[in-house]
């Protein structure tokens, strides 16, 4: 059985005193396919790093994170630039537009997550979308942005019913982590109206740790317990879960 974590932050500090084992933890648990999405130009040398001492587990994305759009944003824009010219990358991410801690650079976000968008179509790369409090701003970029080579996931999908299949109209598969094993978290309603084939499975770790671990950190063998959640809501094996949603990963990240 071959788990996929299509989003965790493994060089987070949080993982510092016990990153090895903890990723290890993950891969006795049948995790063995870590996508890595990238922050800001602070993150780099740490991803690199890590893809060196996990080069068959770990896969690498390139992006500005909305959060750190700052009043810097056109440098570390060109970081991203800069590092799309060197190597491969598996997905532009993550990137988006988040309204919940500050307002004040909406439209800096905005720019930010359209030029990203652009360079994902010239590489024929996949988007990490990260949105919250934002599915309006971030649908209205889509919708201008929309072809053919716009496809992605939409990361720690969080909306409702009718915000999934506007999701997947564009090209996007949802990205399901910890929240739907939450009793307010409200994915779980209506997720079995969803084909499993427009689904993927993530962490997000060290955040959003599923049931029973909610409020701890969160481990990317945690996947596990949202196959599990996956399992019990549309009548499959974990094994099934397992096998679909990595089989999704393999086609928008293309390994």
């Not at 500090?13 to 016990?18: K, N, P, R, S, V």
């Not at 870590?34 to 780099?44: H, R, V, Y």
């Not at 944003?73 to 010219?85: F, I, P, R």
Request: aromatic share 12%; with cysteine.
């Amino acid at each position: 059985m071959i788990l996929t974590d299509t989003h965790t932050h493994l060089y987070s500090e949080e993982f510092d005193q016990d990153r090895g084992e903890m990723i290890q933890r993950a891969i006795n648990a049948g995790v063995s396919r870590f996508f890595i999405p990238a922050i800001d130009s602070t993150c780099t040398q740490a991803m690199y790093d890590l893809e060196q001492d996990f080069p068959e587990n770990v896969f690498l994305m390139m992006g500005l994170h909305p959060t750190y759009v700052k009043d810097n944003y056109e440098a570390e824009l060109a970081h991203v630039a800069s590092e799309l010219t060197k190597r491969k990358f598996y997905a532009i991410g993550e990137i988006g537009i988040d309204l919940y801690w500050d307002k004040t650079h909406l439209k800096e976000q905005q720019l930010a997550f359209r030029q990203q968008i652009q360079w994902a179509k010239k590489y024929k790369l996949p988007i990490v979308i990260h949105c919250r409090e934002a599915f309006d701003e971030i649908f209205e970029i889509l919708e201008e942005e929309k072809s053919p080579e716009l496809f992605g996931i939409f990361h720690c999908f969080s909306g409702t019913y009718e915000q999934a299949l506007l999701a997947i109209s564009y090209n996007m598969l949802l990205g399901i982590g910890g929240v739907v094993t939450f009793k307010n978290g409200k994915i779980d309603q209506f997720l079995d109206r969803i084909d499993l084939q427009h689904l993927v499975l993530e962490t997000d770790s060290p955040y959003l740790a599923p049931i029973p671990f909610r409020g701890k950190r969160n481990e990317s063998g945690y996947v596990l317990n949202i196959a599990a959640k996956l399992a019990e809501i549309y009548g499959k094996s974990i094994a099934e879960i397992a096998a679909i949603t990595t089989e999704n990963s393999k086609r928008v990240f293309g390994i």
